[in-house]
């Protein structure tokens, strides 16, 4: 029978050099993971007070410290003079400017220590005005610019249980006990808590030794407001009994800066915070939520006067909350930031109530998901500084004057600039449940075609009272450039939405409530047309791996899921977290002693016995939000129940498992490999087809996936795997000698050698595949290994086939001691007893092996080897059946294989060849013709 070469080797010279063009051309690359380390983004502008100058934190990640590096910068409001003012390994943050404009103070932490520093604007002296023990916070000028307060932890007073005795001289005892009696006593993030109470300081701005000005067993918290005349500062406590079990209730108090008096200046119930004196000081502003036990309350803009009198609500209509308040110069309005939809805007209220907008798009400072984030910062004159990020990159600064807006830094164009990053689309739905109107995003894989099908990942947030939105986001940027469409949906419950839709989901959360939110967005961006419906994936950290791991109980859906730093039980949960006094009162009906049902059913693991979804699990070790034993519980029962699944654990990392950038990189990069250990490509529908049989099929898919990724080394050395298993062995060699020039790493090289070795045995070429093996040997000595035991079984197969038994056997032996109890050491073991004669201990041996994991076609030939040379030709035969029916039809290899001479003389053997025979030319035909 003549072949022509099939269509798809023909063209595929053009084709590869059309890619070699195009890739040429192509542009940017898309993001990879070690591009993380090279992300930078403005955080905290601070501009000057008039207007002219922004300084900034400049945050960066270090590759050699595996940190992220905070430096300070300035640039000119017109976008000129862009430098640094305080570089280097340090950590520098907070700048403040003094009223005068002439001086900066900021923080400067270097490892243990911390330190106030002040720079003289106009010479560049700096000098260090106080060292601290502990970080500062709330740094802030006097309203002469004498002096600096700010707060900082102090260490409480407390009295032992009781006095140990005393230890001998040169005595070793064991760590004395730790008496915990507190009802804070550790916290995310910093482990257990010393018991320390947070003060209000003053110190000389040219330097001296702090002044604690506040006093008692309380926390004072900042921001700090100085009166105008500079006698008190503005601070918030709360100074109740049970002030540790109600979080959410604080006062607003003046503090004396020189004799510590203090005075109440508002006592509601609820919270009173932010505080800040207007610039004649006859009123205060200050953000109040009351003292509803919920879960989300939003926060307004209250003023009164500097007295305590005349109380007035200013954003009472906007239902949304304030996060942030700032006096205009003149006194008439306030300057305040909030979110609405997903969008953090600057707004801006007069006396009277009457809200506008002044600047609407301030994100960027949270780099791994798309949460809203940044800061803004307001002058005398009214120019406003601001963190302006998008859907395609992280936070730069921006101003926006009374006349126009501009963006001052490029902080990414040098990465972010060369890189094809996915397209972030809004999309808009209704929840199936109830019809509840729902705002998400989709992200499109870079390259995308509307016309192609594309695997899906569900991100779901945290909080949940928190929101995604159309922000950067390195994780969910990575997902799209490994091809997957991501789909985030603000589900009920998100903030942004107002207070109605925040507290839907009170009570209810995890529930069949959000699920249907997220399950509904997942359907919305299906109907669009472009989803695989067989690749769908779901993930989530914190309250978004809750949700992630409820679903799972819910729908098989999904091909696997990620769950990040969940909650799989919400009894052990809330009385483990270091959240307990404030979740249980404000998300709970009640204790969970009182309310176990409800606590229960809202766990995922009441519903761990419907899990089908294989589930990868990461969690930081000394995670005190979400503890590692909410992972253990989920990870253990997934094991009882005999799912797939797998526990990550971040050595000494709390909640925030991606703190640090390698952190991120391993949270994204191993939830990918999951996801593509259970994502059905071309590559694993062509294997499940080789697995039932279907070995046309297999190849035929393969075909037309090679014409759509010419470039996929992976592919044709699939497509070459599935046309030896047909007995196309020259297009099977031509295929591994493609696929090995697609991709030149030393791997790609080393199975394209080897597996050409292997077809040329089937075809004869003895002789052709000894030399290449030979060459194997050098390319993996070069690279300092040595053949493993698969690679010398064929060796020496190839050795018996041509008659040099003795030097087979040697081979045999070799594979064996390399790895007595693999599959291939163990069919040496059988060519072996087979070559010594020894047929009865081969039955015994070929029978046992049949329990093995002998399944394919391919490794069925071996027991038909086995039983046809010890002389059982009927056990042969079946096996011979059994690789025919796996969709191994390679005739020309069994047709003339020389170890079944003898049984090719069977009538029976004849008829198993003849349907062998059959299948081969027809597809090989079809091949051929489909091709051309």
Same mark, same amino acid.
Do not use: C
């Given at each position: 029978m003549t072949r022509q070469t099939p269509l798809f080797l023909r063209t595929l010279a053009v084709l590869l050099s059309v890619a070699v063009v195009e890739d040429t051309a192509a542009g940017p690359a898309r993001l990879q993971a070690i591009d993380i380390f090279d992300i930078e983004y403005a955080s905290d502008p601070r501009i000057s007070p008039d207007g002219a100058q922004v300084i900034y934190e400049r945050r960066s990640n270090d590759i050699m410290t595996d940190s992220t590096r905070s430096n300070l910068w300035v640039v000119n409001s017109d976008g000129s003079e862009h430098r640094p003012l305080v570089s280097g390994v340090i950590k520098a943050s907070?700048?403040? +400017?003094?009223? /005068?404009?002439?001086?900066?103070? !900021?923080?400067?932490s270097d490892g243990d220590n911390s330190g106030i520093?002040? #720079?003289?604007? $106009?010479?560049? /002296?700096?000098?260090?005005?106080?060292?601290?023990?502990?970080?500062?916070?709330?740094?802030?000028? %006097?309203?002469?610019?004498?002096?600096?307060?700010?707060?900082?932890?102090?260490?409480?007073? =407390?009295?032992?249980?009781?006095?140990?005795?005393?230890?001998?001289?040169?005595?070793? +005892?064991? $760590?004395?006990?730790?008496?915990?009696?507190?009802? *804070?006593?550790?916290?995310?993030?910093?482990?257990? *808590?010393?018991?320390?109470?947070?003060?209000?300081?003053?110190?000389? %701005?040219?330097?001296?030794?702090?002044?604690?000005?506040?006093?008692?067993?309380?926390?004072?918290?900042?921001?700090?407001? +100085?009166?105008?005349?500079g006698s008190h500062v503005l601070l918030t406590t709360n100074q109740d009994d049970d002030w540790a079990f109600n979080l959410y209730e604080s006062d607003i108090v003046a503090v004396s800066v020189v004799d510590g008096s203090l005075r109440i200046?508002?006592?509601? $119930?609820?919270?009173?915070?932010?505080?800040?004196?207007?610039?004649?000081?006859?009123?205060?502003?200050?953000?109040?939520?009351?003292?509803? #036990?919920?879960?989300?309350?939003?926060k307004a803009i209250h003023i009164i006067d500097a007295d305590g009198g005349a109380r007035k609500v200013l954003t009472g209509d906007l239902d949304r909350s304030v996060i942030d308040v700032q006096w205009a110069a003149d006194g008439r309005s306030l300057y305040f930031m909030y979110d609405d939809r997903a969008v953090r805007k600057v707004g801006q209220v007069d006396l009277s109530g009457q809200v506008g907008v002044r600047v609407a798009g301030i994100s960027g400072t949270a780099l791994g998901r798309p949460y809203m984030s940044g800061s803004f910062t307001v002058s005398r004159n009214g120019v406003l500084a601001y963190t302006r990020g998008s859907a395609q990159r992280p936070a730069d600064v921006a101003v926006k004057t009374r006349r126009d807006e501009r963006v001052l830094t490029r902080l990414n164009e040098d990465l972010l600039g060369n890189r094809e990053l996915g397209e972030v689309h809004e999309i808009v739905y209704e929840s199936s449940i109830d019809g509840e109107e729902i705002q998400g995003w989709y992200v499109t894989p870079p390259g995308f075609d509307a016309s192609k099908k594309y695997p899906l990942i569900l991100e779901v947030h945290g909080g949940p009272h928190s929101a995604y939105g159309a922000h950067f986001s390195a994780e969910v940027q990575r997902y799209a450039?490994?091809? !997957?469409?991501? &789909? !985030?949906?603000?589900?009920?419950?998100?903030?942004?939405?107002?207070?109605?839709?925040?507290?839907?989901? /009170? @009570?209810?959360? %995890?529930?069949?409530?959000?699920?249907?939110? @997220?399950?509904?967005?997942?359907?919305?961006?299906? $109907?669009?047309?472009?989803?695989?419906?067989?690749?769908?994936?779901?993930?989530?950290?914190?309250?978004?791996?809750?949700?992630?791991?409820?679903?799972?109980?819910?729908?098989?859906?999904?091909?696997?899921?990620? &769950?990040?730093?969940?909650?799989? @039980?919400?009894? =052990?949960?809330?009385?483990?977290?270091?959240?307990?006094?404030?979740q249980i009162t404000h998300q709970f009906p009640g204790m969970p002693w009182e309310e176990f049902e409800h606590y229960w059913q809202r766990s995922a693991l009441s519903l761990v016995g419907n899990v089908v979804t294989p589930t990868l699990l990461i969690t930081g070790e000394e995670d005190f939000r979400t503890p590692i034993s909410e992972t253990e519980q989920f990870y253990q029962a997934l094991k009882l129940r005999q799912v797939d699944t797998v526990m990550i654990r971040v050595p000494g990392s709390a909640h925030g498992i991606a703190g640090r950038p390698s952190r991120m990189i391993a949270k994204i990069e191993n939830i990918l490999a999951w996801f593509e250990r259970y994502r059905s490509t071309e590559l694993s529908q062509a294997t499940q087809h080789m697995r039932k049989g279907q070995t046309e099929d297999a190849i035929r898919l393969l075909q037309e996936a090679t014409t759509s990724h010419p470039t996929s080394s992976a592919l044709y050395a699939k497509l070459a795997y599935a046309c030896r298993y047909a007995g196309l062995l020259s297009d099977s060699i031509d295929l591994y000698q493609q696929a090995k020039a697609l991709d030149a790493g030393f791997d790609s090289i080393l199975s394209a050698e080897r597996q050409s070795a292997k077809a040329e045995i089937y075809l004869g070429k003895y002789d052709a595949a000894l030399e290449r093996y030979a060459a194997i040997r050098d390319l993996t000595a070069a690279h300092g290994d040595e053949p493993d035991e698969k690679m010398l079984f064929y060796e020496g197969l190839a050795h018996l086939y041509k008659g040099n038994e003795q030097r087979a056997l040697q081979l045999f032996d070799?594979?064996?001691?390399?790895?007595?109890?693999? *599959?291939?050491?163990?069919?040496?073991?059988?060519?072996?007893?087979?070559?010594?004669?020894?047929?009865?201990?081969?039955?015994?041996?070929?029978?046992?092996?049949?329990?093995?994991?002998?399944?394919?076609?391919?490794? #069925?030939?071996?027991?038909?080897?086995?039983?046809?040379?010890?002389g059982d030709s009927d056990q042969a035969l079946r096996h011979l059946e059994a690789a025919l029916a796996a969709g191994n039809f390679n005739y020309p290899y069994i047709s003339s294989d020389p170890l079944l001479a003898k049984l090719r003389q069977s009538p029976a053997f004849a008829a198993v060849m003849g349907e062998m025979r059959r299948r081969y030319e027809d597809f090989a035909a079809g091949f051929t013709r489909e091709a051309g």
């Open positions: 907070s700048p403040r +400017w003094s009223n /005068q404009g002439d001086r900066i103070a !900021y923080v400067v520093h002040v #720079r003289w604007m $106009d010479t560049g /002296q700096t000098a260090r005005v106080a060292s601290l023990r502990e970080a500062p916070d709330a740094l802030s000028w %006097s309203p002469d610019d004498r002096w600096l307060a700010f707060t900082m932890d102090v260490v409480a007073e =407390s009295e032992p249980l009781v006095t140990p005795p005393e230890k001998p001289e040169n005595a070793t +005892w064991a $760590d004395p006990v730790e008496v915990i009696d507190t009802v *804070l006593y550790r916290a995310d993030g910093k482990g257990f *808590l010393e018991p320390a109470f947070s003060h209000a300081f003053v110190v000389p %701005s040219d330097g001296g030794t702090p002044r604690r000005i506040t006093s008692g067993d309380f926390n004072f918290k900042g921001p700090i407001s +100085w009166a105008p005349d200046v508002t006592d509601t $119930d609820g919270g009173e915070s932010l505080p800040r004196y207007s610039p004649r000081g006859d009123r205060i502003a200050y953000v109040y939520n009351d003292s509803r #036990r919920l879960a989300y309350r939003n450039a490994e091809g !997957y469409v991501v &789909v !985030y949906p603000n589900y009920r419950g998100s903030t942004s939405y107002g207070e109605r839709f925040a507290l839907l989901l /009170q @009570n209810k959360y %995890s529930s069949k409530w959000d699920f249907a939110d @997220n399950m509904s967005a997942v359907d919305a961006v299906i $109907d669009l047309g472009f989803i695989d419906t067989d690749n769908l994936f779901i993930t989530g950290g914190s309250a978004g791996g809750a949700s992630s791991a409820y679903a799972i109980g819910l729908t098989d859906r999904f091909r696997a899921a990620a &769950v990040a730093k969940p909650v799989i @039980n919400w009894i =052990s949960k809330t009385l483990t977290a270091d959240s307990y006094t404030r070799e594979s064996v001691r390399h790895e007595p109890d693999s *599959l291939w050491s163990r069919f040496a073991t059988g060519y072996k007893l087979a070559a010594l004669g020894r047929h009865d201990e081969l039955i015994e041996f070929a029978k046992r092996l049949t329990h093995d994991d002998v399944a394919d076609g391919e490794r #069925r030939y071996r027991l038909v080897h086995f039983f046809a040379l010890a």
